[in-house]
């Protein structure tokens, strides 16, 4: 019930795009929408938080990435996603996909994203 799958990572030059997408595929919708969701991301042992998006659509989003990205979400498809504009090469590292209720947080397997040139 609890996994999350995450899509859509890759190699891109600085400034350019990428959509990140999860998927929770085996949570039915109810308790999906009943989450906080959110991408996290990690370089070496410090994972820091990226953006959250609660279950009635409040955005959260850590300094270093606003008015870059966009955290979204589909209730009945169980999705979330973060369109990420204008990347970085400071932005390169893994990226979990997050769901959490209270202090209880569960991570995916996470996605390589690498901006280089």
């Known amino acids: 019930q609890g996994q999350l799958v995450e899509s859509g990572g890759g190699l891109v030059q600085p400034g350019g795009s990428l959509r990140l997408s999860c998927t929770a595929s085996?949570?039915?919708?109810?308790?999906?929408?009943?989450?906080?969701m959110g991408w996290y991301r990690q370089v070496g042992n410090q994972r820091e938080l990226v953006a959250t998006i609660?279950?009635?659509?409040?955005?959260n989003y850590s300094d270093s990435v606003k008015g870059r990205f966009t955290i979204s979400r589909n209730g009945s498809r169980k999705t979330v996603v973060l369109q990420m504009n204008g990347l970085k090469p400071d932005d390169t590292a893994v990226y979990y996909c997050?769901?959490?209720?209270?202090?209880?947080?569960?991570y995916g397997q996470g996605t390589q994203v690498t901006v280089s040139s």
């Open positions: 085996r949570m039915i919708t109810s308790t999906f929408n009943m989450y906080t």
């Open positions: 997050s769901r959490q209720i209270g202090s209880d947080i569960f």
């Open positions: 609660t279950s009635d659509g409040r955005t």
